[in-house]
């Protein structure tokens, strides 16, 4: 039993082990000891009644065999003695005088009758029954005086009937009963345990199922809400727990994405702030040499002939010279970090001025230039030079796409954007490269034809305006970038640059 607790307390026990130690032993308990003691009881009232049986036979034959006795007519008393023997319940009957002799018998003959047990119980004149032996046989004896018509004591009647008959019956009484105990007991633990499954049992099998199935990976599996109600309490609290999981996991794993990529842009930033500072360095030692090598070579040119080999080297010193100087001009736009001045701009004018800025490239290469939004569209507040600065050099990247290209730039309000478009009918930007666009140094020109820093000083200015660029095919044929910058709230939409 100790042990047994053990497992309880362990929880190693099932809830219908436990409902039968606790509940159906402690009930069976109860039934058993109250079924002895009634069962008791119930033996003493069957052996009273049997007794009482026996008293009545004795009463009724009492008047009938004093008259015989007094009459001294031994036949009567025989007689009546054998009408007594003559029902079930009567082993032997005998008469007695009052000093305790045998006047009359019937049935099994008592060898050796105690006379002055006799005597003394006839001179009594009372009424008694006990158990003991006629014979080699237990018996019980009813002892009933006979009296005359005076009234006085004549003698003694006694009646007996096998104890075995007794006993015999109290077994027979007591068989049923615990026959009846056993079948009633075993109908309420059938009933209680079967109850138990159905009310209990079965919802907490569903429950540990599903468990299980939680526990083996199911994590979107939600158990039954169903069966008594602190049953369907439990299972809403379990979902609602593994909901709240669910999302904690869910908001951990986004959170630890977002880390993950302000990890990647700090990286990248701490990366471009290196190339900037060095791109900056580059630029600033380069530029006084070039000045002196571009102001000596101009001089020279003053006094060389123009058909001169001296004169056309030269000139294309000063042809390399300016390409330098442009690829110094990038350098420096790469690496500059002033602060931005934002004013209230016009889209329509901020697209003008850069288209204005590469008519004279777009002419030589043969290429074209058409400007298409709303004239009256809103403004916006954005830093003019930087915005102009990326315009044209988006527009420069199409028109170096290929020659006689044609190129649109567009712009167009998006709920709280200005979006601007450069897309040009050239051969368009290979997928595969788009991720790569925006980097330092990365350009899909030829050698000497390209920094490869114009994208990426257009993507700088834009994420400083808090905007995004992305390229993408145009419906031109060739590539489109699009430009998304905040409106905000503009301060003063009649100024524009």
């Not at 309000?413 to 666009?437: Q, S, W, Y």
């Amino acid at each position: 039993m100790g042990r047994t607790m053990k497992s309880i307390k362990a929880g190693r026990i099932s809830l219908r082990w436990t409902l039968v130690l606790y509940v159906l032993v402690p009930l069976a308990s109860a039934m058993a000891l109250t079924g002895y003691f009634a069962l008791k009881l119930w033996e003493q009232q069957v052996e009273a009644r049997m007794q009482s049986d026996l008293e009545m036979v004795a009463r009724a034959i009492q008047l009938p065999l004093s008259h015989a006795m007094e009459k001294q007519r031994q036949g009567g008393m025989d007689q009546t003695l054998a009408s007594a023997i003559s029902m079930d319940s009567v082993y032997s009957a005998y008469a007695y005088d009052m000093e305790g002799r045998r006047i009359a018998s019937a049935g099994d003959k008592d060898p050796d009758p105690m006379r002055g047990k006799l005597t003394e119980l006839a001179a009594e004149g009372k009424r008694k029954g006990e158990y003991g032996r006629v014979g080699k046989r237990r018996v019980y004896s009813y002892f009933v005086p006979l009296v005359d018509s005076r009234n006085q004591v004549a003698g003694l009647l006694q009646l007996t009937r096998r104890e075995r008959d007794f006993r015999r019956y109290i077994a027979n009484v007591r068989h049923h009963a615990l026959l009846w105990l056993g079948l009633g007991a075993s109908a309420i633990v059938f009933l209680v345990l079967v109850g138990q499954h159905q009310a209990l049992g079965c919802h907490f099998e569903k429950l540990t199922l599903g468990m299980q199935r939680v526990a083996s990976g199911e994590t979107g599996y939600r158990l039954p809400v169903s069966g008594p109600r602190e049953i369907a309490a439990i299972s809403g609290n379990f979902n609602s727990m593994l909901d709240n999981i669910q999302q904690a996991e869910h908001k951990i794993e986004t959170h630890r994405r977002e880390q993950a990529a302000l990890e990647n842009q700090l990286r990248h930033a701490e990366k471009m702030a290196a190339v900037g500072q060095l791109a900056a360095g580059v630029a600033h030692e380069l530029g006084t040499p070039l000045s002196t090598i571009s102001g000596t070579a101009q001089r020279t040119l003053r006094h060389e002939k123009n058909d001169s080999l001296s004169f056309i080297a030269f000139h294309r010193i000063l042809g390399e010279i300016v390409r330098m100087e442009t690829i110094i001009r990038q350098l420096l736009d790469f690496s500059h970090t002033s602060r931005l001045r934002p004013r209230s701009l016009r889209p329509a004018i901020a697209a003008a001025s850069a288209a204005t800025a590469v008519h004279k490239e777009a002419e030589q290469s043969g290429a074209s230039i058409a400007l298409h939004g709303e004239a009256e569209a809103p403004s916006f507040s954005a830093d003019p030079i930087r915005t102009e600065q990326v315009l044209v050099n988006l527009l420069r990247n199409a028109l170096q796409s290929a020659p006689g290209v044609h190129v649109r730039l567009g712009w167009k309000v998006d709920g709280k954007h200005m979006v601007f478009t450069v897309d040009d009918n050239g051969p368009g930007i290979p997928e595969a490269i788009r991720p790569r666009l925006f980097e330092p140094f990365f350009t899909t020109k030829n050698v000497g034809a390209g920094t490869g820093l114009g994208l990426a000083v257009v993507h700088g200015i834009v994420t400083e305006h808090g905007g995004a660029v992305q390229a993408g095919e145009s419906d031109l044929g060739g590539a489109r970038f699009t430009i998304r910058l905040p409106i905000h709230a503009a301060t003063d939409r009649s100024t524009s640059s």
